[in-house]
């Protein structure tokens, strides 16, 4: 019973000390969850296209996998430190109603931002017109 006693207490104490990681730490475990498994769905519909319509595509499901950990990582660390500090200064002593729907809208514009943040970045980069005008300058 001391050991179990002394983990709660380590815990807490650490709780207390790292109060943005108790935010941040459900919102990345969360969303990288997410988007693993929406990339692993994106790539089975796609093998599935493919044999639908008998079109011989190689499929590798990892840089599907890393690109989903990353965006899901990044993406609840955002999340997490945005409802961290909103919390903290902004939704002291508003109407749950408000608060629910405040948060819904500034995820939504986050999600917005950061989907053309990756589609800037990802998409526009890896091809070759998105390459010559990064490098042409046109």
């Not at 002394?6 to 969303?31: C, E, M």
């Not at 939704?91 to 999600?111: A, D, E, H, Q, T």
Request: proline share 4%.
């Amino acid at each position: 019973m001391g050991g179990l006693a002394d983990y709660t207490t380590r815990a807490r104490r650490f709780a207390s000390r790292h109060p943005i990681l108790n935010h941040v730490s459900p919102q990345v475990s969360f969303w990288i969850t997410a988007y693993i498994l929406l990339s692993f769905t994106v790539h089975l519909a796609s093998v599935n296209l493919a044999l639908s319509f008998s079109v011989q595509i190689e499929t590798n499901p990892w840089p599907l996998l890393l690109a989903g950990g990353i965006t899901g990582f990044l993406y609840g660390c955002a999340l997490g430190l945005l409802d961290y500090f909103f919390d903290k200064q902004f939704f002291r002593n508003k109407p749950l109603g408000k608060i629910i729907v405040l948060k819904s809208f500034m995820s939504l514009v986050l999600l917005i931002v950061c989907f053309n943040f990756f589609k800037v970045c990802f998409i526009q980069c890896t091809t070759f017109t998105g390459i010559q005008q990064i490098f042409t300058g046109s």
